[in-house]
């Protein structure tokens, strides 16, 4: 059988339809792609439109899209004059009219390159009620070979007559492990990591939480380095929590931490991942660890250090984030935190 969307994997069901639809040309106009945050909804889009326009639609022997002509490899770089994207502006709490009003303009010219023009409003839950009205007159009576792709986080504040003019879809979180079978097939970035070093790619798929999108943005060289550092900064207060520690190593440790306030929140906020997930280690067998890899791992981490102990220092993490976020020094919380926990 013919493969639809093999870039995609789960979400069968949805992607059957939407392939069926295409090849019987009888896709609607406008779909509505409903899921979290990081589901994978702009990679869908995009694979939508690669399908739509590829040069080897017809050939039922290729999987679709087939991912090697010219039009399916330019619209994945991006460089496709008929595929649009529309975003909210940096700064802005909405999508308004005029944006809309100005790709609405846009779908009325005939397309300069391809079969069809593919319009994609990320955020779409975003639109005002009166740059869904603007949007709503052309998905009444849209121009021929327009297809209009709304991106939702959610879809309450979506009116009633753009629902009912658009086919939905939706797309859902991915567990890890399809998450890493997505990338595989994607990323050569990826590839090369999960062979050159497992532990670093089994890390960055628990920071991803199950978002191809953030997955992406992880694996970028400059976020991996931060992401990995972050970790090591983490790890070394965790390895200094034992009672026979010297106080200069914790503290080294600690004071190791960013000196600006709102990264300092943001590693304290990791460090209480990181405590909660070896709590979690002490009192169960079955838990989905948040900072650590796996469950062994958080076990044998905090071997050493008692549960009473690890649920006092939990505590003086939580107070210090308070702390600082009612504008304690940064120095001083860092010190003070030292010292807590040295006595905890
Ligand atoms: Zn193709």
Do not use: W
Request: glycine share 4%; net charge neutral.
């Amino acid at each position: 059988m013919r493969s639809y969307f093999p870039n995609l994997s789960g979400n069968d069901f949805h992607k059957n339809r939407i392939a069926d639809a295409i090849l019987e040309e009888r896709l609607p106009h406008a779909i509505l792609i409903d899921g979290p945050s990081g589901s994978g909804k702009k990679t869908f889009a995009k694979e939508i439109a690669m399908a739509l326009n590829c040069e080897l639609k017809k050939d039922d022997t290729r999987p679709l899209p087939c991912g090697r002509c010219n039009s399916c490899r330019r619209i994945k770089e991006g460089s496709f004059t008929d595929v649009k994207m529309l975003k909210r502006s940096d700064g802005k709490a909405t999508i308004g009219v005029k944006e809309i009003k100005d790709f609405r303009a846009d779908m009325y010219l005939s397309a300069t390159e391809s079969a069809y023009k593919v319009y994609i409003i990320d955020e779409a839950e975003k639109m005002t009620t009166e740059a869904q009205n603007a949007l709503l007159i052309i998905l009444e009576e849209p121009p021929k070979n327009v297809v209009i792709m709304l991106l939702a986080s959610g879809t309450d504040s979506i009116l009633t007559t753009i629902k009912s003019r658009t086919q939905y879809v939706t797309t859902s979180r991915f567990t890890s492990a399809r998450l890493a079978e997505y990338l595989s097939a994607n990323s050569q970035e990826a590839r090369s990591l999960s062979f050159r070093d497992n532990e670093a790619y089994r890390a960055l798929l628990v920071s991803a939480d199950g978002r191809i999108g953030r997955a992406l943005e992880l694996l970028s060289p400059k976020a991996r380095e931060e992401n990995e550092q972050s970790r090591e900064e983490i790890m070394a207060i965790v390895n200094a929590l034992g009672k026979k520690t010297p106080y200069t190593e914790l503290y080294a440790a600690i004071s190791s931490l960013p000196q600006k306030r709102v990264e300092f929140s943001e590693s304290l906020e990791t460090l209480i991942s990181a405590l909660a997930d070896l709590i979690s280690a002490k009192k169960s067998e079955s838990f989905s660890p948040v900072f650590f890899i796996d469950v062994e791992t958080a076990k044998e981490t905090g071997r050493d250090v008692p549960l009473q102990r690890l649920l006092r220092v939990y505590d003086i993490v939580v107070h210090t984030l308070r702390e600082c976020e009612k504008n304690a020094n940064v120095t001083l919380a860092q010190s003070n935190m030292a010292t807590r926990i040295k006595m905890a």
